[in-house]
């Protein structure tokens, strides 16, 4: 009896378990809500995905950098003979312009230098007129018979020898005026005085340094670019003048100026080279060691088009994006990117006229549904679309 109880028992529980297998079979196969109501096992619903369409327009190709200004030009002023400062005629930072006297120092020696040698030189002009009179006068004589040929000869050699010691005593003369154009300091160039490091009564030497000239306008700004941009920069001088931009800190106002100098050397160590540009500075924004932001403009790739940077996923299977295909699926379209500024890449491989899916491709795979979200719709102050009543 005990037997044939436990196997009725056991009977019933088999039949209950089978009964409740079914039952969740049939609801799975109807499916739930939002897993595509029973279009299929497992299936899901498509997925919500943003678009963008790409965009055609002419992008500059720009490479950034740190630059340094620097003086076409400065001149360290130092005497060229050992005299006194008589008189400073320029002020710290004043702007000189080239030939104006800076500073004067003591003349007296030098004046009387060039005072004797002009003495001389007038002296030696007598000495000449004379020997020049008693030859003139030698060579009628001889026509006449009265003089012998010789003696005509002789002061001939005399007239020679006295216009020699002239011209050697004229370049006497230019060397001690040149002697005393040295106690006239001038401006060598146009530009701003610098520190003065001497007084009137200050000794100076030949090593002594008595100012600094810099000059401002125009002004350079020095700065590397990589190696790779070597190619790029040498074709865009090739075609013409290449605009640069120099930024101060803090500040969004470009300065304009152009390249000016490519050095002939890459720098092996650093991959880099040197390059110069120049800039109108009349009014002096830039100054002599300042640090500034550069922007050099090597290309305008015309009619470029471009996709924003987070449309483009790069993996295993290359670089693509997603776009919308006709059947609303995601495919998987091969871009190859080319250039990239700020959030934005010029890109090939696309038509122009894709919906580029932005938001929502991490979910994807080429095939799957999607739906594209619909545009975000403003609301009014009591949480209702406009437009609407309450």
Avoid: C
Avoid at 15 to 39: D, V
Avoid at 94 to 106: A, H, I, N, T, Y
Avoid at 354 to 366: A, D, M, S, Y
């Amino acid at each position: 009896m005990k037997k044939k109880t436990l196997a009725v028992v056991v009977g019933l529980a088999v039949l209950i378990g089978g009964g409740a297998w079914y039952a969740s079979k049939g609801t799975a196969e109807q499916g739930a809500p939002g897993q595509g109501g029973g279009k299929g096992k497992g299936e899901q619903g498509p997925t919500t995905v943003n678009v963008v369409a790409p965009q055609r327009q002419d992008v500059p190709v720009n490479l950034s950098a740190n630059g340094t200004v620097s003086p076409i030009s400065t001149v360290d002023l130092h005497p060229q003979t050992t005299s006194t400062i008589v008189k400073v005629h320029v002020k710290e930072g004043q702007f000189v312009k080239q030939g104006e006297l800076m500073f004067s120092l003591d003349a007296r020696t030098e004046a009387a230098n060039v005072a004797k040698a002009d003495a001389q030189v007038a002296k030696d002009r007598a000495t000449l007129a004379d020997l020049e009179r008693q030859y003139k006068r030698a060579q009628e004589l001889l026509a006449q018979n009265f003089l012998a040929q010789s003696a005509v000869d002789t002061l001939r050699s005399q007239v020679e020898s006295a216009r020699a010691v002239l011209e050697a005593d004229i370049a006497a003369a230019r060397a001690s005026k040149v002697d005393q154009s040295y106690t006239q300091i001038r401006a060598p160039l146009s530009g701003r005085v610098g520190a003065i490091n001497v007084y009137p009564g200050s000794l100076v030497q030949l090593s002594t340094s008595l100012a600094t000239v810099t000059q401002l306008n125009p002004i350079n700004v020095a700065f590397t670019v990589p190696e790779s941009s070597l190619a790029a920069l040498l074709d865009a001088q090739r075609a013409g003048k290449v605009p640069v931009q120099a930024f101060q800190n803090n500040s969004d106002k470009p300065i304009n100026g152009q390249l000016s100098f490519v050095d002939n050397t890459v720098d092996p160590v650093a991959g880099v080279i040197r390059v110069k540009a120049q800039f109108d500075n009349a009014d002096t924004r830039l100054w002599p060691g300042q640090y500034v932001n550069t922007k050099l403009t090597v290309n305008t790739l015309k009619d470029a088009l471009v996709v924003p940077q987070n449309a483009i996923i790069s993996n295993t299977k290359g670089t693509f994006v997603y776009t919308v295909a006709p059947d609303q699926t995601a495919k998987m379209s091969n871009v190859k990117r080319v250039h990239g500024f700020g959030a934005l890449a010029v890109v090939t491989g696309l038509n122009g006229d894709e919906k580029i899916i932005v938001e929502g491709k991490q979910n994807l795979r080429p095939g799957g549904k999607i739906r594209i979200a619909e545009p975000a719709v403003a609301q009014n102050g009591k949480g209702q679309k406009k437009g609407k009543q309450e």
